[in-house]
């Protein structure tokens, strides 16, 4: 009910309009509220693009990343192996890719030995496929990606130091296993690594590989994995071997550069010998160079043309271990 | 004079708006030709910027470097590794800086025991200043510059591989000898090598420095270099030292990253015992040490702040000299 100056034709003019007024802020205030839902949610998971301004991110993304170790038949090494990494700095999360089908997980054991450094995913794969290490896991934070092999020990201080140089070279693989491609007079190629010729750009060998069993990537890469032809999955999984050369042919491809950046490590050990499973990795299998070198040429098809580029850049961490290292007579 | 048509009203209309549009055009050309001579001349030589995309140039200026040597009474080492020098591939020229006042060049000598791979330039200098070889010399042709000492014998396998990673860092100076700077609880900083303690950023040592007397590094730095405070050149002559600490403060300041990046030579000798003239090069000076670390705190203070920044980065030649250099255990 007005008082006595609603009745007033110039303050009934006035309360409508007030009235009115309130309407539209209000129908406005939802309008904004509406649209802000419609907001796309900001992702900043692409991959890293030289021209980009660092953005504001958690510290905990940007200076952390995430271990991805697929594991079959070697739980005694995966074990061994989650201790060491457990403890590496700047480790942000442990994802394990399970690929012994139908068996339970360490997990009710690995809390029961907790608490842990980190926390550590059990991915559950219903096949047992080399490239299931190369999903684009919900479970990653961190913009990087540390794959290891489930036999592959690397001490903390070559990880560290490769971890800066990635930092560095975001969208390249960087790590510690260089292999390479040469081209034959009648243009198949081979696979191999530095007991082939060099590829003949002078002095020294040329690398056009950083295997992922031992290497820091970009996750925005096994992103991209998922958007690559049939055919790459078929290849990959006929010959349960070739996810890593696969990755070096997206990454070269997307970048127009050398896929790889190779840190020399000081301390890089191959544990296989030690497992009570008796398995012993697929590189034993004969066929396995054979298969390197039949991927490299299946994957030229797939792509139309051959993508890695030759890199002869080698990495070391000035002063580590002899403080020394860098001396000579000047 | 036109002919029966001419008198045709419309035609008379006609041919007076032909007249017109002729002058029109005649006048336009004019004009545009006017505005070409005033475009201004496209000059490539500003510096280097990650995110441009390289512009086609000769093969030439992209593909080879400039010899900036600079000689102070040491001829006969002048000619010695001259005769080292002229020979290195990717080289396009030297430009040698005389810095012997009033002594005739060896020019005629040079050319008397011509033909020579590559032209060579004696720039004459009326004072002999340690900064002289940082002049925006107008022979450059190329982007890159290769700076040595007058006394230092780089191999050309190094020279080779350095090039190829400069042209990879092409706003970082590529160099063979590293220094750094260190804190001081005081906060005043010091001047050294290896043997002083690392700045403490973990494990092994740092380097926030390459020194430009074996280094390559891009000719707009030079350009740069002669906008710097004139408080950095009266410190460079009061010292006759530093020219190089001031060009590693300049190169920071300007990308906000390390000024240097470190590639490990395999055969880098120092000739200065092998002259004649008895003269032994600045660095004998008692206080040479001491004068580059008050360098290093009069530069702070001219460019108020302090720009270096570390690298604990170290590069070699993958497979060179020994073509198993990077082989490990895996």
Redesign the interface.
């Known amino acids: 009910r007005c008082f006595h100056f609603c009745k007033l034709p110039g303050r009934v003019m006035g309360i409508r309009l007030l009235r009115f007024t309130s309407v539209v802020i209000i129908v406005l205030l939802l309008v904004a509220g509406a649209l802000t839902a419609l907001l796309p949610t900001i992702k900043d998971d692409k991959l890293p693009n ?2 980009r301004e660092p953005k504001t991110q958690s510290q905990s993304a940007l200076d952390s990343f995430t271990l991805i170790m697929q594991t079959y038949n070697r739980t005694d090494l995966l074990l061994k192996l989650l201790n060491h990494y457990q403890a590496i700095p700047h480790l942000h999360k442990i994802i394990v890719v399970w690929n012994n089908i139908g068996e339970k997980t360490p997990e009710e054991m690995w809390n029961s030995l907790g608490p842990h450094p980190v926390p550590v995913v059990f991915k559950v794969q219903t096949v047992n496929r080399m490239r299931n290490r190369l999903q684009n896991f919900p479970d990653l934070e961190t913009k990087a990606v540390l794959m290891m092999d489930d036999d ?1 020990l690397v001490s903390a ?1 070559d990880l ?2 490769a971890f ?2 990635w930092q ?1 070279f975001p969208e390249h693989i960087v790590g ?3 292999r390479k491609h040469i081209s034959t007079p009648s243009g198949v190629y081979s696979y191999g690594s ?1 007991e082939l010729q ?1 590829p003949g750009f ?6 056009s590989m950083v295997l992922i069993g ?1 290497a820091f990537l970009h996750r925005g890469y096994l992103e991209d994995f998922q958007q690559q032809p049939e055919a790459v999955y078929a290849l990959i999984d006929e010959t349960q071997n070739c996810d890593d050369i696969a990755m070096n042919f997206l990454v070269a491809k997307r970048t127009g550069k050398p896929s790889g950046v ?1 840190v ?2 000081v301390d ?3 544990l296989e010998k030690d497992t009570n499973s008796g398995y012993s990795g697929m590189w034993h299998r004969a066929e396995h160079l054979l298969q390197r070198s039949y991927c490299v040429n299946k994957l030229v098809n797939i792509y139309d043309g051959m993508p890695l580029k030759y ?11 002899n ?8």
């Open positions: 030289s021209r592959t201080h560290a130091f800066s140089v560095q510690f296993v260089p530095f060099n002078g002095n020294g060998d040329q690398y031992a190779f020399k490590p890089i050990r191959n890199s002869n850049i080698m990495i070391s961490q000035f002063g580590f271990p403080y020394a290292n860098h001396k000579n007579k000047m």
